[in-house]
């Protein structure tokens, strides 16, 4: 299916930016914002949209942002299956809790689609040299991707990531720059090699490809719900871009005619070590602060502030959602209880969701009857030696 990308625009000031030369963010100082891109307008069905033959996230690719398929870069990410959880029990929740699972994407989270997406587009405008700034699994993507796209990745890793995302992004032929600090530190780094080497930076959300790839786990929620969106959707918030992503596939199927009105209320879950957004969203701050109280099992939660924390903060808002943090021992306990009862060995990111559904469910936040979507982002193979087994 060919793409109907138009251009980007900034959700903030409304500038719009031509798509066919390089963009990352809006240029006017006041706002700086992440840029998004926009669809023309067409009236179409999903069944003259979709590429229904294709079970990847490709499926979805008038809504992606390459004009030529010959540029795209994939492994087959996306289309994961929504599964209901069969022996986790917590009150009453029978049938009506599912898992999103990404764990079987290429290198094993959700990271694939954003970087398929921006690697693909990055190839279409002729880049050929990228960084980036990772908690990890988005390094071990870019990595993979770029070997498939003859591509050099360079990656900026925290030193105390487990070692098996160093490793893969060695195997993949990145190279591999460890530091000594948390994810806005290798920021800070890629930064300044990216300018002086002319890499271009895939960074959350300060490029706007990740955010389409992110995008279509909305468009599959839709579709694999039967276009009937769950009561809640619940992500582990680093960066936020699937948050925002999934919020604005919504908002393009509405357009479309696909969606009604109708939202789930979106739940940003974050790890105690990095709870800015919660905190920003229980105070009622427009914006978070930058907040890192160290280590957490769940790598690719310590991110002290994401880029993109004030529209992250607006579809918690819009949506009726709300912000929750969760310690390590109860994210640990947790990822125990899911691998014990559902044969499920998952990402701590993930696994820290179903703590926060227990605890939304005690405040009667979540009622019993309504159907919430777990998005679990990747497995759990990688992050063996953050456990005790
Ligand atoms: C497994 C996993 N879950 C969640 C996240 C957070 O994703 P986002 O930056 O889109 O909020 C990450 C980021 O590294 C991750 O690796
Ligand atoms: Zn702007």
Redesign the pocket.
Known sequence: MNSIFKDLKCPDCGERYAANIIQTVCVNQSCLSSLFATYDKVSKTSNELLDEDNYSMWRYSAFLPVLNPKNIISMGEGFTPIIPLKNLKYKDNENNVFWKD?SGNPTG???AR?ISAALSKAKELGITEVSIP?????GGALAAYSARGNMQAHVFMPKDTPKVFKDECRLYGAKLTEIDGN?SDCGKIAQALSIANNWFQIS??KEPY?LEG?KTMGYEIAEQFDWELPDVIL???????????IWKAFNEMEEMGWLDSRRPRMV?VQSNSCNGITTAFLTNQEDSAAIDNGFTI????R?PK?YASKI?LNVLRSSAGTAISINDVKIEAALKEIAKKEGMLI????AALWEAYKQLVDSNWIMQNEKVLL?????GYKYLENLKV
């Not at 990402?347 to 993930?350: C, K, L, M, S, V």
């Open positions: 990404e989270s959700f990271k954003g990772t908690a990890g699994n988005a994810i959350t959300l990740r992110k992500y582990p918030t680093g960066g936020g871009t699937g948050l925002i992503g940003a769940a790598n690719g939660l991110v994401p992250i990402a701590p990111e993930g998005l679990n982002t990747g497995t």
